[in-house]
């Protein structure tokens, strides 16, 4: 959602409001072959590891600019712009199982299966920007920008109020 417009040409403004939807899925398999050594390497079984996560949610965020032509007959620009941090409200699914697909009787074969959802916060840094550009005729732009964004201060919390440490210690306000 944006919003901009100019002031006599010479200054321009624009407003923006991001909305994120969230959906991340990832899957992994890790299988060992188990060989003993009385089998002369024939392989006895095997055992799978595998895991499911999935991410779910939506965040939003607002920018704000302005671009300033201080010499109207001049095509020299510089612009500044700030962004707020995205604010994520997220939802983590994951699944954790084990098989067992041995050739021996006394093993069991039943699957294990452990899982956990919950609820969480992510905020990423604030940024900020500056900009310099110019044109030469019709044909050529030149542009510098530089970004400042300290992930420093990037902030994970469970929606219960309580937040994790930069050592991943949990902590309730």
Same mark, same amino acid.
């Given at each position: 959602?944006?919003?901009? $417009?100019?002031?006599n040409n010479q200054v321009f403004l624009g407003l923006t409001v991001?909305?994120?939807?969230?959906?991340?899925?990832?899957?992994?398999? %890790?299988?060992?072959?188990?060989?003993?050594?009385?089998?002369?390497?024939?392989?006895?079984?095997?055992?799978?590891?595998?895991?499911?996560?999935?991410?779910?949610? /939506?965040? %939003?965020?607002?920018?704000?600019?302005?671009?300033?032509?201080?010499?109207?007959?001049?095509?020299?620009?510089?612009?500044?712009?700030?962004?707020?941090? /995205?604010?994520?409200?997220?939802?983590?699914?994951?699944?954790?199982?084990?098989?067992?697909?041995?050739?021996?009787?006394?093993?069991?074969?039943?699957?294990?299966?452990? $899982?956990?959802?919950?609820?969480?916060?992510?905020?990423?840094?604030?940024?900020?920007?500056?900009?310099?550009?110019?044109?030469?005729?019709?044909?050529?732009?030149?542009?510098?920008?530089?970004e400042y964004e300290d992930y420093s201060s990037v902030n994970t919390?469970?929606? /219960?109020? $309580?937040?994790?440490?930069?050592? $991943?210690?949990?902590?309730?306000?």
């Open positions: 959602i944006n919003i901009s $417009g100019n002031i991001g909305i994120r939807d969230v959906h991340y899925n990832n899957s992994t398999i %890790y299988t060992e072959s188990i060989i003993s050594s009385s089998s002369q390497n024939k392989p006895q079984g095997e055992l799978d590891m595998v895991n499911n996560m999935s991410i779910t949610g /939506t965040g %939003y965020s607002i920018k704000a600019g302005i671009i300033v032509r201080p010499i109207e007959t001049s095509p020299f620009r510089f612009g500044f712009s700030v962004s707020t941090p /995205t604010w994520y409200d997220l939802k983590s699914s994951n699944t954790l199982s084990f098989r067992n697909r041995t050739s021996r009787q006394s093993v069991a074969n039943m699957p294990v299966k452990v $899982g956990e959802d919950f609820d969480f916060k992510f905020y990423t840094p604030w940024q900020f920007g500056f900009s310099l550009g110019t044109t030469i005729d019709d044909y050529l732009a030149l542009g510098a920008t530089y919390r469970i929606v /219960t109020g $309580g937040y994790y440490s930069d050592f $991943g210690d949990y902590y309730e306000d």
